[in-house]
């Protein structure tokens, strides 16, 4: 397996590149070729609500995604192009669901997101009833790992980063954990997983606290977690006891109150892929600083170093429109775009449901793309990947998000990078 290659340079290197951009409102095609066939890419992401920082990344790469695939498409003299248009889902399921069918009515067939097991799941009926394809780049419960269906994701399922956050946790000597976690699918699930993970290498995961998606007031769960650590740490030990911390951007507020906590400042933290490289926690003055002070790395699927000359660009593209380094999951996007022009090129732009079913799994098995081979297993999810570890560390004066450390799912090897 191909190590992961550092992400420092993103942020670092200078590039003069010209761009699409992001138009409001949110659908846009290449101008010159508007007498050829339309085939809509309709977009599902968080603009406005929680996990923005993915869903504005996301947006901006279809945009790009779109502008790149066109030009294949019109070197190759194809019958037909895509157009995207994006809908804000909050990440509210329900909201979701509302806008997929506000697509569906336009007769948009291919859905690129929406970014939470939560809204994955609350589309795959209706996905599944209409004839409808569906490609989410961040989605990894394990209940929706299911073969047969039209629900392709391009991220591996939450077993593997479950391994992954749990030998990191082993390495740095961490005996008991306490859970504190969102309550829906994709973050249960990741719960789930890390809990038969770190059990299985003999440590010990105490009740913890799961709170409702919809939850503002973070007081009585915080208390909660603060009693479970501190009986833990006389049973454990004081170094050998942590938080982990399954959330979104309410990672925030949590941390407000965590901060006014002794117990809590004093044991390291764990998070997921839900907060890696959440520009609403580093933007936060008190939430970033506390991360800083507890640790707090955060696993998110990493990307090959075989593949830099594809994504390091792609990533700037991207970076130049949204002002953040982006997550894998937004290359993802990018990636998806790239598997659904490739396999309507095959069907001359046709979009026809016993066809593309089994068309894009096969596509996808030769792609090789930004994040690397996006090779998909029976249930349609993901088959490979490694992940890298995210954290925020002072440097220069200045709170940034830096790759700590990388996890490689294949060997087991854990490997350090401060």
Partial sequence: ?????SWRLISLLAVSIVLMGVVTPSTWADAPNLKKKRVVIGGLFSLT???ATLGRASQAALSIAIADANAYLADRNASFRLEGRVEDTQLVPALALEK??????????LLLGPQ???????LRAFVDANDLFLFSPSSTAGTLAIADDRIFRFTPSDGPEGEAISALMDEDGIKAIVPLWRDDPGNNGLQDATRRSFTALGGVVLPGVRYSATATDFSTAVADIAAQVATARVQHGANAVAVYLVAFDEAVAIFARASQNETLAAVRWYGSDGTALSAALLNDPIAAAFAESVGYPNPLFGLEAAATTKWQPIAQRIQQQTGNVPESFALGVYDAVWVIAKTLATQRGKV???TLTRAFPQEAASFFGTTGWTVLNAAGDRQFGNFDFWAIREEGGVLRWKPVAHYNTASGDLRREE
Avoid: D, I, N, P
């Fill in 352 to 354: 026809r449901v016993e």
């Fill in 116 to 122: 939470s097991s939560a809204e994955v799941a609350a």
């Fill in 49 to 51: 609500g929680s996990w």
């Fill in 100 to 109: 997929a069918q506000l697509f569906a009515r336009q007769e948009v067939r």
């Fill in 1 to 5: 397996m191909h190590k992961t290659h």
